[in-house]
């Protein structure tokens, strides 16, 4: 391990031996880097999620094994995976919308417990869900008043019909949807695909929630609005004290929203820590894994050879990773470092430094491969004039020291590929083109 990879990670205590094949693991107690936002809202202990295959089937999908996380307050935890890793399942989990198999859901510290309409509604006071697919989760035959009206109706009753249509025209203003007159009275299907995303957190900003549960927010918007729907939710937890988990593919994005970066794999949690460490420095296969594979339009041939060279593509996923008959680590099959135990025995998720925790059996050999290869996942930015959009990060980006660069320091998501990045003490501003059209009609 080089001395910039050890820097990177931080403290590590070598002279404690914990289960692994490796002694580079933290004695002290782990800190989510999250927690010094505020305090802790929602939390998931040991919380498990078992789907049966079918009526005669015998065997089970573990869809989420043993999480454990916490939401807090002011703060943005980000759940980074690929398809099917069960980020949206522990989002609707903590959502109410299905029930747990195991473990046990926090909420102010009390333990949730729905089994009633009652109980429901009130839990969904605190705990709102904005939706994937803005086409999808608003009804086309409704305008958007009725949207907004009927979550007020729910969950604020003591509101008279005056102040009712001010709260919508309120709720409109927040997520810059103006002038709301313009809205008020439209269909969902007369809007853009941002404007009915910009409604939908409405409409859950509509119960006054602590929580807000994004799943994949800006996955199925254009790449020209995707970076002003993050700054609107980034306003929005500042203003509103809101606890926010962000769903997400994205590892970019993660970084530069989130606090704290949980990456999960087949329903196991595998690497969590600060945003920037994770994806600066990420220790896990399979967190390599996932920042290798974005792609580099200057050298994507080069890329995928040295996937390739490095062994990453050659194991394809297994569909059968999440069966409740894998045993150990499920990235095992895809893992070039895996052995029979990684096969047997499930790696316990520890600390290697006081803010960051790893589920691996062979952290030295993860450790030793990303201080001997640079991940090759820089792109080219466009520098075009025009207006700068701004998002306040979570982390103040200090200017990259040349012997911790791990190829991360120009690196644009695949959907903001024409943005160009300047990070200046922790604020991101995003260049776009001029002359683009803006949410409410008019040109910039």
């Known amino acids: 391990m080089t001395e910039a990879t050890s820097s990177m990670l931080g403290s590590v205590d070598n002279g404690e031996q914990k289960p ?8 002290g107690d782990f800190v989510s880097a999250a927690s010094q936002r505020g305090r802790v809202v929602l939390e998931a202990q040991n919380v498990s999620k078992v789907f049966k295959l079918g009526l005669g089937s015998k065997d089970y999908i573990s869809a989420v094994r043993n999480a454990n996380f916490s939401l807090y307050e002011k703060a943005v935890v980000a759940l980074v995976g690929e398809s099917g890793s069960g980020k949206s399942t522990i989002a609707r989990l903590l959502a109410g919308q299905i029930p747990k198999s195991g473990g046990e859901i926090l909420l102010n510290g009390m333990p949730v417990n729905i089994k009633t309409n009652r109980a429901f509604r009130r839990y969904k006071r605190e705990v709102q869900m904005v939706f994937q697919d803005p086409f ?28 009712v249509e001010k709260e919508i025209n309120s709720l409109l203003n927040q997520v810059r949807l103006l002038p709301a007159d313009q809205f008020i009275d439209k269909y969902p299907y007369e809007l853009s695909g941002g404007q009915r995303q910009r409604v939908a957190i409405a409409r859950a900003l509509a119960a006054k929630p602590k929580v807000l549960l994004a799943d994949e927010p800006v996955s199925m918007l254009d790449v020209s609005i995707r970076l002003e729907v993050l700054s609107l939710l980034d306003d929005l937890r500042d203003r509103f004290s809101l606890a926010i ?28 820590g600060t945003s920037e460490d994770v994806t600066q420095m990420p220790v896990h296969p399979y967190t390599q894994l996932l920042v290798s594979a974005a792609p580099n339009p200057d050298a994507l041939d080069s890329s995928i050879r040295d996937a390739k060279v490095s062994g990453a593509l050659s194991k394809p996923r297994q569909t059968i990773s999440a069966l409740t008959t894998i045993k150990g680590c499920r990235f095992a099959p895809r893992c070039q470092f895996a052995t029979d135990k990684c096969i047997a025995e499930l790696p316990p998720l520890l600390p290697i430094s006081q803010d960051r925790m790893v589920a691996c059996w062979h952290v030295d050999k993860a450790i030793a491969h990303l201080s001997s290869r640079q991940i ?4 080219s930015t466009v520098v075009s004039p025009g207006e700068s ?18 190829g991360l320091d120009n690196y644009i998501s695949p959907g903001m590929s024409n943005l ?7 604020t991101i501003s995003q260049t776009v083109l001029p002359e683009r059209d803006t949410e409410d009609g008019s040109t910039n």
């Open 20 to 27: 692994g094949s490796s002694s580079l693991y933290y004695s």
């Open 136 to 163: 999808s989760s608003l009804n086309s035959v409704h305008k958007i008043h009725y949207h907004l009206k009927r979550p007020i109706a729910i969950h604020q009753r003591q509101l008279k019909r005056d102040a």
């Open 245 to 272: 988990l962000y769903v997400t593919h994205d590892i970019a994005s993660a970084r530069y929203f989130a606090d704290e970066t949980i990456v999960i794999y087949g329903g196991d949690i595998v690497e969590r």
């Open 376 to 379: 090759p996942v820089k792109t």
């Open 389 to 406: 959009l701004t998002l306040q990060g979570a982390h103040t980006a200090s200017k990259p020291d040349a012997s911790k660069n791990t």
């Open 420 to 426: 160009t990045n300047i990070r200046q003490h922790g």
